[in-house]
């Protein structure tokens, strides 16, 4: 493929980023049916703490809320509310969304979600269905509980001049009360830069490094169904990234790359690596991956890298019959297409 050989020095910085991202995406995508059990090792702020998992410390948000800011009172007092509820605590938590280093996702204590139980405790606001793509039996669910603290004028709702970000104006007065980003604040350097070029990314992943001009822009992790009908005894997982080089005043040039994840007992699931791009007119077999192998809780994980063109991503947003199959796996993509088709407009 011409990036090879005309982009070698773009592939060398990157690569480092493939690998580190692929990694932590595995435990994500394959923790879609299953908790990662750990423990609270510090609080943030009032929706973010570090769950030490088995191999690494994971920074985790708490889905679907917003909180007042740090460094605010009602902040601090959120803050120290959330310290007091898990500090120390063994959790269970299942990723929902991912960045470099970074986890949004649900946290649960006991039988206990901490995101409804901070909603119940009057300890931050439900983010609406637009923002955090919560189905509707979800939206209705975390609603409830904050319409009940907001009934008794609990915590936030004691305080009629506090509003959410979506709702305060960005020149609020220094004196006020400023209330915390709906996304995740991603350190500056490495891949926490913002790519001024970039647009709006809409709900697919991204990160920068303002200094090499390199970058990612990519899917959630997407499920595998069996194409068999019976449960093969391991899971299947996805996702697909363009890592790229910003060229000043001439767009982006990079590469996609396709990650398939398996999470089983024993491993040796990817016996045949072949990937093949079903029901775009002519099958078309997807060149060999790069593999990966790692333990995570009682699990062998396998994650297989390919290397695709632009070509193979375009029949899949263009052809509704269109997946992908690897051994008795079927990934198809659904409302996916409106991700890559995003991502295809964001690559030029």
Known sequence: ??????????????????????????????????????????????????????????????????????????????????????????????????????????????????????????????????????????????????????????????????????????SANSNSVQVASTRPTRPKGKYGDVNPNLGDVGALYNGYNAETRTGYIGTSPLGASNERGYDPGYDTGMDVMYFYRENEGNGRTGFFVITVFFRSANGNVAKDPTLTLTGAGKDIRLSSPKKFDYHLNDRVYEVLQYHVERSVIEKIVNNDSAYLHIGQGRIQFYWARYLLYNLLQLSR
């Open 1 to 170: 493929m011409a990036w090879r050989s005309g982009k070698a020095n773009m592939q060398r910085s990157l690569s480092l980023v493939v690998a580190s991202f692929v990694i932590f995406a595995a435990a994500v995508a394959a923790s879609a049916q299953a908790s990662l059990r750990g423990t609270v090792t510090d609080v943030i702020d009032g929706r973010t703490v570090v769950v030490e998992l088995s191999n690494a410390p994971v920074q985790v948000t708490l889905q679907y809320i917003e909180t007042p800011v740090a460094g605010t009172p009602m902040g601090e007092t959120v803050k120290l509310h959330l310290k007091n509820l898990l500090l120390g605590k063994t959790v269970d938590y299942r990723p929902g969304t991912l960045q470099f280093g970074q986890s949004t996702g649900r946290l649960m204590i006991g039988d206990v979600d901490v995101s409804e139980q901070m909603l119940r405790d009057g300890a931050a606001w439900h983010l609406p269905a637009h923002l955090s793509g919560q189905s509707a039996d979800q939206w209705a669910e975390y609603s409830s509980f904050e319409a009940a603290a907001k009934g008794e004028k609990r915590g936030i709702w004691a305080q009629a001049a506090l509003k959410p970000s979506w709702q305060s104006p960005a």
